[in-house]
């Protein structure tokens, strides 16, 4: 498991259910299935033993609900809760969750909660990025960037290339899913595995390519949903 993921866990009765988040989980890049369990007893070992970073958990459940092993999973846990019942919203973010999804969960849904706990991780765990600076390794040391000064990301192999406003660029020896751990979800997308854009940079956009700078980049096969999801939430109904 690469270190840079959001280690992930599935807690529902319901074995279509579990296998519907389960495939979500395995289609988002940043995230890693630590495994799928049809009781929350099931997954209290791998929760209390710090395997676990966020939680997709059911409500309705026999023997310990979903409320109720919310209550007793670390703080530093992300939960989600994905459920067939919307009356139990309030007290779920009473609770701390993250995010209440309400079943049948598109892959749209799924993403937008996703992010969340991206959002949320970063805002805990990252030494820059999330106040508006990022520090990357350069030859002689580190160097501050501002991140609204970043017009997109480039993955190059064994290293990453920062694209700058006026045509400035920084090569740091990183990984991209490095470099996107550090970035805000709401100011950055990733569009291909060697690419992450600015948002408020982007001209045109469609599920095939992004257009940034007057430079055409592709969209990678495994992130067309979340930039057609970000179409759709941005997008004004008729």
């Known amino acids: 498991m690469n270190d840079d993921e959001i280690r992930c866990c599935v807690i529902d009765d319901e074995p279509l259910a579990a296998r519907l988040i389960a495939s979500y989980v395995e ?80 892959f749209e849904e799924f993403t937008a909660a996703a992010l969340r706990i991206r959002d949320k991780c970063l805002a805990r765990c990252v030494p820059g990025g999330a106040d508006g600076r990022l520090l990357v390794k350069v030859d002689r040391g580190m160097m501050q960037i501002n991140t609204p000064d970043i017009v997109m990301v480039e993955g190059l192999k064994d290293y990453v290339k920062i694209h700058l406003a006026e045509g400035r660029t920084v090569v740091t020896l990183s990984s991209m899913k490095g470099i996107e751990r550090h970035l805000p979800s709401s100011d950055f997308m990733r569009v291909h595995r060697s690419y992450i854009v600015s948002i408020d940079r982007i001209s045109r956009i469609d599920r095939q390519k992004v257009v940034v700078a007057g430079r055409d980049i592709p969209v990678g096969d495994s992130y067309r949903p979340s930039v057609a999801a970000y179409i759709a939430s941005h997008t004004p109904s008729e």
Request: aromatic share 12%.
């Open 27 to 106: 289609k988002t890049p940043f995230l890693s299935l630590v495994g799928t369990y049809g009781s929350a007893r099931e997954a209290i070992k791998p929760i209390m033993d710090g395997e676990v970073d966020a939680v997709f958990l059911d409500i309705r459940m026999s023997q310990l609900s979903g409320m109720e092993f919310a209550r007793i999973v670390p703080k530093n846990v992300q939960v989600v809760f994905v459920t067939a019942y919307s009356e139990y919203a309030i007290d779920a973010f009473r609770v701390g969750a993250t995010d209440y999804l309400v079943k049948p969960v598109s």
